[in-house]
């Protein structure tokens, strides 16, 4: 017989903004015990807001800014956005060449014939350039010129309204929930506490977010339960690929993430995985 409950599961979640790609992913739904979090974008709202532009070895502020703006010109990173949203002039984007944009780390480039770096601080570190550490100023990108340090951008994002109440739901359907990020161990600790998030791994590389899904696939797999990965995409869509159940956040997110996803959140709204693992356990209770 057709198990009719599937089709009102999937088209029930449509009608949520939530897209789900298949009835057997609503199955899978059903049994995860354990969502993985990606921070920017998807627990925090992406908007980046510079906070304080501190200036080092001959450069003025507004100087440092408009350096960072112009590395930053074409970068679809978050924090590229907020830097060139402070800086709030245009830049001569011809300016800039022999872009390269490292995953996890920043960007190098050549302006008017000085390379350029703007990143984290490992960034710097592999570049072997040496630098100022405060773990107390959260998300911070440093600025080298030929090799000196020439001062940091200070960026705060906010968390999402909803995101608290979405965990504290999935903590009381017995679900465990965990955050991976690339940003730093500070802003993770702190965030994680906020939310009273189960476990968090910080200063993750795209491949070290993966290695981490893998565990909990593996911790989860021994309950028999499901792992469910959510990303905005910026570099998650292998993390996506490789949970039990893929979502992406559908607004934010980048076309690779969409794509690749098993379930697309529309509103980018946190909650929405809270409740689409709630249409599911319904959905199956209809079926079964
Ligand atoms: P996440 O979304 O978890 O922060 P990403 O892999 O997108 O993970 O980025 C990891 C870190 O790499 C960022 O937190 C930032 O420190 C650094 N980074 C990446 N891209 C840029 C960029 N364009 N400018 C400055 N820093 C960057
Ligand atoms: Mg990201």
Redesign the pocket.
Known sequence: SIPLGYFGGVGGAAKRGILVKGSVFLDALAQVKTVVF?????LTQGNFRVTEVISKNGFTQPQLLELAAQVESQSNH?IAQSIRQAHSKSVDESDVQEYEEIAGHGIRAQIKGRTVLAGNDRLLHRESIPHEVCTVEGSVTHLAVDGEYTGRILIEDELKEDAAAAIQALHSWGIQTAML??DNQAVAERIAQKLELDHYRAELLPEGKVEALEEFLHQASQAKGKVAFV??????APVIARADVGMAMGGLGSDAAIETADVVIMTDAPSKVAESIEIAQCTLRIVW
């Open positions: 990606d921070k920017t974008g998807t978050p990020t690339g990303g905005d995409g910026i570099n998650d």
